[in-house]
């Protein structure tokens, strides 16, 4: 079973950093591309950034230079590192497999505010 535990969220002020964790099982996590997403209140899940399992890493244009995307394939865990923070950051992170069918983790919460 597929599955997600995502971690790292919380209250941070506009220009600070966090780091979010996601912890996955269930498959060969080194064999496949993983993806952050975040969905903001009242707005449609995105896409923020992606690591393929060659480390090569793709980010949305809203994040790039502020975010970086990592993951240690013995720890089977994810990272991201999100810097700059503005308050349209603010959004339930998630984390995904691509290629594979699974539910949806319960996500992070990070919210940017002064």
């Known amino acids: 079973q597929v599955q997600f535990v995502e971690s790292g969220g919380g209250l941070v002020e506009p220009g600070g950093s966090l780091r979010l964790s996601c912890v996955a099982s269930?498959?060969?996590?080194?064999?496949?591309?993983m993806s952050w997403y975040r969905q903001a209140p009242g707005k449609e899940r995105e896409k923020v950034a992606t690591?393929?399992?060659?480390?090569?890493?793709v980010y949305a244009d809203s994040v790039k230079g502020r975010f970086i995307i990592s993951r240690d394939n013995a720890k089977n865990t994810m990272y991201l590192q999100m810097s700059s923070l503005k308050p349209e950051d603010t959004a339930v992170y998630y984390c995904?497999?691509?290629?594979?069918?699974?539910?949806w983790g319960q996500g992070t919460q990070v919210t940017v505010s002064s």
């Open positions: 995904y497999v691509l290629g594979l069918t699974a539910l």
């Open positions: 269930g498959f060969t996590f080194s064999s496949y591309a």
């Open positions: 690591i393929t399992s060659l480390r090569r890493t």
